[in-house]
């Protein structure tokens, strides 16, 4: 009997891996900016490469990953995460400019992190695993509590050892990455469909209800990550709190309400429908991203900062999981279209909240204002998502 919790504990620390990868480097922002004299311009060009090369991989999963092996790009992810890590290290340094240094050990980790992204959810659902979509959600907590260990874990090296030692710490955070080659090289790894079986990209988009997943990923990532990208500034914005302070509050504490809200639904998902409990989740999101806009009492603000991150928690576990009991034969074109209409609207929703901001005299209530609108469209492609799934006829014959 082919040991399938071993699998399971290597894409737990995939997406812990992930989590590293997008967390770490924004904590040295500043370091970058005062040691290696880079503008601040190109310190935000950072942030736009990572995401830009994780939509790049997904796009190419959707082509490609079921020719070459899921094994040989799982490995692949954890090596390249890790030498982006380590190179983030000592590649500043080595060439002879910093910046060049600092992206191509950006790139090189974020290739890692969208091969993460776009892989570990079908290799989970093609486990023998019963009750599929609170093992899919329990899975998606791991991203989450890695983000707040990599922020409270740096941060409380940084207050021991100094911003100095940063270097070591890149090291350090490589070591889990480099440990889960091991156990991706070794656990079994079963296919969601025989080879060349799975729908092609093609086949997928001429799906009405395929659109309309897609359409809840991009307001998922978007809903998601302009309050997470957000949650510091607002923090400090907001309520006056330093940056350590804020950070803390902020994007540490969305990160936590957001495992939670993942753990619970993947401890009692069997005892919950997945609709309704997507759909409560949507309703709080909106009232959330009222109270950061509305609310003139700070601290009220804060609550609907911190509370967005449980009421988003389920969007993205929960369309992967809808998703895959609609289309089947979806394979690893459908995991990878729906990664990268996640990460497009991560890209998206941060950014129209910061022109808005800076357009509004950089007034951040305003910004969130604006935000409101992903939750609104989410919770009106859930109405009729859920309007198709109660019998409506097939909806993957529409």
């Given amino acids: 009997m082919p040991n399938y919790q071993k699998t399971k504990t290597a894409c737990y620390l995939g997406f812990i891996t992930q989590a590293i990868a997008a967390n770490f480097a924004p904590l040295l922002f500043l370091k970058f900016h005062n040691d290696y004299h880079i503008s601040l311009g190109n310190i935000a060009l950072i942030s736009t ?6 939509l790049l991989i997904d796009v190419f999963c959707a082509k490609f990953v079921d020719r070459i092996g899921y094994r040989v790009c799982i490995v692949a992810s954890e090596v390249c995460s890790a030498a982006g890590l380590i190179g983030l290290a000592f590649l500043p340094d080595i060439l002879p400019d910093p910046f060049a240094g600092i992206i191509c050990s ?10 993460i992204e776009v892989l570990c959810s079908p290799i989970v659902e093609a486990c023998p695993f019963e009750n599929k979509e609170a093992t899919m959600s329990l899975l998606h907590s791991f991203y989450c509590w890695g983000s707040v260990g990599t922020i409270l874990i740096s941060t409380v090296f940084f207050l021991l050892f100094g911003m100095g030692s940063w270097k070591w710490l890149a090291v350090f955070w490589a070591v889990i990455p480099a440990v889960n080659i091991y156990n991706f090289a070794t656990c079994p790894i079963e296919h969601l469909v025989d080879e060349g079986g799975g729908m092609g990209i093609r086949m997928l988009f001429r799906k009405p209800m395929f659109w309309l997943s897609v359409c809840l990923m991009v307001c998922s990532g978007a809903s998601e990550l302009a309050m997470a990208q957000w949650a510091s500034a607002y923090a400090e914005a907001a309520l006056g709190l330093s940056k350590t302070i804020g950070d803390l509050a902020g994007p540490c504490m969305f990160a936590v309400t957001m495992g939670i809200s993942r753990v619970i639904f993947g401890k009692y998902g069997d005892k919950m429908d997945l609709m309704k409990f997507m759909a409560g989740s949507g309703i709080l999101c909106v009232v959330c991203y009222l109270l950061t806009s509305l609310s003139s009492n700070p601290i009220l603000g804060l609550i609907g900062c911190i509370m967005c991150g449980f009421s988003v928690g389920i969007m993205w576990p929960g369309t992967i999981s809808i998703s895959s009991e ?5 394979g690893t074109a459908m995991f990878a279209l729906l ?6 609207g991560g890209s998206i929703g941060p950014g129209i909240v910061g022109s808005i901001t800076q357009k509004a005299g950089d007034n951040i209530r305003v910004g969130m204002g604006v935000g409101l609108v992903f939750p609104v ?3 009106v492609m859930l109405l009729i998502l859920s309007r198709s799934k109660n019998g409506k006829g097939n909806p993957q014959c529409h």
Wanted: contains cysteine.
């Fill in 49 to 54: 490469c990572f995401f830009f090369t994780q």
């Fill in 106 to 115: 950006v790139i090189l980790y974020a290739v890692g992190s969208g091969l």
């Fill in 326 to 330: 609609k289309f089947p034969a979806g």
């Fill in 339 to 344: 990664a990268m209409a996640g990460d497009l």
């Fill in 377 to 379: 469209i989410l919770l």
